[in-house]
């Protein structure tokens, strides 16, 4: 099968199921999005790892204005959330509102749709978190 004939979405998979960040050889300091140089200790002796797939809640906020590129999504939740590997991220959390947030809330990665865009049609996918409903 050609490039072209295989949908976007699966060409892309591979990325989006799983995030890599870059971890430190010399000193462990976890990295996503991922670094070439350490911010630690300085070493550039990095390299990729993947991961984990559920983490925690550590802050969250509501973004009520947003960007205009993502102003018709607004309001959306953005969440600080430590994942269990020790890896600390800034991601959009869904499937919950601000209400039901809180600090230690459980969550797991989940692929979701960005954004369309307008001429083409393609669909764009992104990792987001979503409530662990398996870890109450
Ligand atoms: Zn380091």
């Not at 998979?13 to 050889?25: A, D, F």
């Amino acid at each position: 099968m050609s490039r072209e004939m295989v949908p976007e979405y699966w060409r892309n998979k591979h990325i989006y199921l799983r995030p890599k960040g870059t971890v430190c050889r010399d000193c462990g300091a976890k990295y996503f999005p991922p670094r070439k140089v350490c911010l630690k200790c300085g070493s550039r002796n990095m390299e990729e790892y993947e991961l984990s797939e559920k983490g925690r809640i550590l802050s969250w906020s509501v973004v009520r204005y947003p960007t205009e590129e993502f102003a018709k999504y607004a309001p959306y939740i953005l969440g600080l959330i430590e994942l269990d590997d020790g890896t600390r991220l800034v991601a959009q959390v869904s499937d919950v509102s601000a209400d039901e947030m809180h600090v230690g809330m459980r969550v797991r990665l989940a692929i979701r749709k960005a954004f369309e865009e307008s001429e083409s049609g393609i669909i764009r996918y992104t990792y987001k978190f979503v409530p662990d409903i398996s870890e109450k």
